[in-house]
């Protein structure tokens, strides 16, 4: 072990290796059960499902050490880390704050399934504190915000938030998916739980689905306990490939996040584009404030072309190395029309609230050359 405190890309490296028989790569514990050897209590019984097999105990000392938090549980996806936390945390009676911008399967699991459940939710604008005070109730105990909102990549006023959160003895929630722990570490702004999609930049490699809970002990053990009794959880192999696409993950975001500057600022000054959203641009309303926060803009963008919505499916029809596909943060150049994807579940009048017009575009840029991928754009751009 690194004798001072290590730099994130050491820690990705050299964190939750335990070496087991010498082994340099961690080895997939592929077994459902094992020796016991005295546990006492039921969720300590070494069992897959219980979480705590030796490759699921050394993602959850690599990952809460990536965001400088006490602990980590990793779920057998994005929205299994989700739809427990928020079920570990709040029960019948409980009220909820959300932001009004959720990733699709989130709005859908607090919009659908926890008023069946008799939990309450109210949404709340990233950017006005007051409105958040205004639709506080006496039974509301958790706030839940993106880091970087989806697909128009706003950033909510996170340090409001916590203090917010606080001051009301509030559970605050983070999914930081989109920044991933290089780019924002939400325990060190004082976030209780933060929580991951790694399908996506985590693992980076669009080839597993898996999740992940990282924050404060004793939360995280509520929300292992909860996962034991659902079964959300990650599978050994699962596992493993996760730990190995890890790795990785400082060098593959910090070349996406320079290639999606650069193409963000070529999209900008193209005559056929109408608007390009990308916070690392100095003219995104959020600018300043991701600056102070992030150490990085990530590798997601959004724009639109001038036209309507058939010609964005017309660029879409003509790029030939962006694979238009859903999904996000993997080395491959993906591209999606929302309204047709993450977002078709919304009436076009919603869609339209939230300012997310039909002929919108979302690149998720991958670890090509950056040059390729500018003048594959420039070409399909093109008359
Ligand atoms: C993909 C995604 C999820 C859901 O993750 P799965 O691994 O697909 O279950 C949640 N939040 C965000 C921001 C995502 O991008």
Redesign the pocket.
């Known amino acids: 072990m690194a004798k001072r405190a290590s730099g994130i890309e050491t820690k990705l490296i050299h964190t939750g290796e335990p070496r087991i028989g010498g082994a340099v790569a961690m080895p997939i514990f592929q077994s459902s059960t094992f020796l016991h050897e005295g546990e006492t209590g039921y969720h300590d019984v070494k069992y897959i499902r219980l979480n705590n097999t030796p490759n699921h105990l050394a993602l959850h000392e690599k990952l809460a050490a990536l965001e400088n938090a006490e602990a980590a549980l990793v779920t057998a ?3 299994a880390a ?1 739809s427990t936390t928020i079920l570990a945390m709040l029960s019948s009676g409980d009220h909820l704050l959300a932001q009004n911008c959720l ?1 699709g ?2 709005h859908d699991f607090v919009t659908k399934d926890l008023p069946k459940l008799g939990i309450a939710v109210d949404f709340i604008d990233g950017d006005d504190p007051d409105g958040w005070r205004a639709k506080l109730r006496p039974n509301t105990k958790g706030v839940y915000v ?1 880091t970087l909102s ?1 697909p128009l990549l706003q950033v909510a006023d996170l340090k409001s938030v916590v203090l917010f959160a606080r001051k009301n003895d509030l559970v605050s929630m983070i ?1 930081n ?2 920044a991933s722990p290089i780019n924002f570490r939400p325990a060190e702004w004082g976030f209780d739980l933060s929580l991951h ?1 790694c ?2 930049y985590l693992n980076g490699h669009n080839d597993i ?1 898996a ?1 992940a809970v990282i924050g404060r002990a004793e939360l995280v053990q509520r929300v292992k306990h909860k996962l034991d009794h659902f079964g959300g959880t990650l599978d050994p192999h699962a596992c493993f490939l996760l730990h190995r696409g890890i790795k990785t993950l400082a060098v593959r975001m910090r070349y996406q996040s320079e290639s999606a500057l650069r193409l963000a600022t070529f999209l900008e000054e193209h005559p056929a584009v109408a608007r390009v959203n990308y916070p690392g641009l100095t003219n995104h309303p959020a600018h300043q404030r991701a600056r102070e926060l992030f150490d990085g803009f990530s590798a997601m963008l959004s724009f639109e072309v001038k036209g309507d919505a058939a010609a964005a499916q017309r660029l879409l029809d003509r790029l030939t190395l962006p694979i238009v596909a859903p ?2 943060g993997g080395v491959e150049t993906l591209i999606t029309r929302p309204a047709t994807t993450s977002h078709a579940g919304l009436s076009p009048q919603q869609r339209h609230d939230l300012g997310i017009a039909d002929g919108l575009i979302r690149v998720s840029v991958g670890i090509e050359n950056t040059a390729d991928l500018i003048s594959d754009f420039e070409d399909a751009l093109g008359e």
Do not use: A, Q, R, W
Request: proline share 0%; charged share 15%; aromatic share 10%.
């Open positions: 996806s994005g929205m989700i990733y399967g989130t993106e989806n999914d998916t989109f999609s399908t996506k689905v999740g999904s996000l």
